[in-house]
């Protein structure tokens, strides 16, 4: 598992380093769609007005049918963020805005045929000949995010957070290859390139549907 970006340990600690000199401050752990995660939080001279700053970071293990080939596959979240928090007086409730360094990724190899074959861009091709298909699916480094949410505390010391926004990854950008492309001779490789081509336009058409990251998590926090 991937898990503490440094940029982001050093981020969240500059900013509760800086809370502790001006106003309140918080640090919280959280679990969501994006993964599990840190959390620092500070409230400048802002009326009903807060920064957060934090990192999430988890992999999870899928399989399944992609594009017609069966893969198995890996989604490796990775990011930091900062964001700005819009409070409502006298109410949990706020807006979310803010901004996302993103290193999510979808690595795929295509599962073991048994002897099989693959059909690739419409074409069957020996999977022992070819060899496996691998994938990686990187997004757009900075995501902007948007969101709303919950803050309750209990003695202005614990709390819970419920966050509920979307993450805007932009369009996919799939790369795909055969494992054993160096060993094909130069009418296989002239073949196989061309239907690799459509094949991955084809897959990266279906993982377009990640560029709109629903984001949904639970923070636990503790106020100083």
Do not use: C, H
Request: proline share 4%; glycine share 12%.
């Amino acid at each position: 598992m991937k898990f503490i970006n440094l940029k982001a340990a050093l981020a969240v600690s500059a900013l509760l380093a800086s809370g502790g000199a001006a106003a309140d401050f918080g640090v919280g752990v959280k679990a969501g769609t994006l993964g599990l995660g840190v959390e620092g939080r500070w409230d400048p001279a802002v009326p009903w007005f807060d920064v957060r700053v934090g990192l999430n970071s988890y992999e999870y293990d899928t399989s399944g049918d992609q594009a017609g080939i069966d893969y198995d596959g890996t989604l490796a979240l990775d990011n930091y963020y900062l964001t700005g928090n819009f409070k409502f007086p006298l109410s949990p409730f706020r807006f979310t805005v803010g901004a996302y360094s993103n290193g999510n990724e979808l690595q795929l190899i295509s599962q073991d045929t048994n002897g099989g074959s693959y059909v690739i861009g419409g074409i069957p091709f020996d999977a022992a000949n070819i060899g496996s298909l691998q994938s990686t699916t990187s997004f757009g480094n900075t995501a902007p995010y948007a969101g709303f949410g919950f803050d309750f505390e209990l003695f202005g010391k614990a709390g819970l957070n419920l966050d509920f926004g979307v993450l805007w990854q932009d369009e996919p950008m799939v790369t795909l290859e055969a494992t054993n492309w160096q060993n094909l001779s130069p009418v296989e490789q002239a073949i196989l390139g061309p239907a690799l081509d459509i094949e991955r336009a084809e897959l990266e058409d279906e993982i377009s549907d990640y560029k709109a990251w629903p984001v949904l998590s639970l923070t636990f926090v503790y106020n100083f």
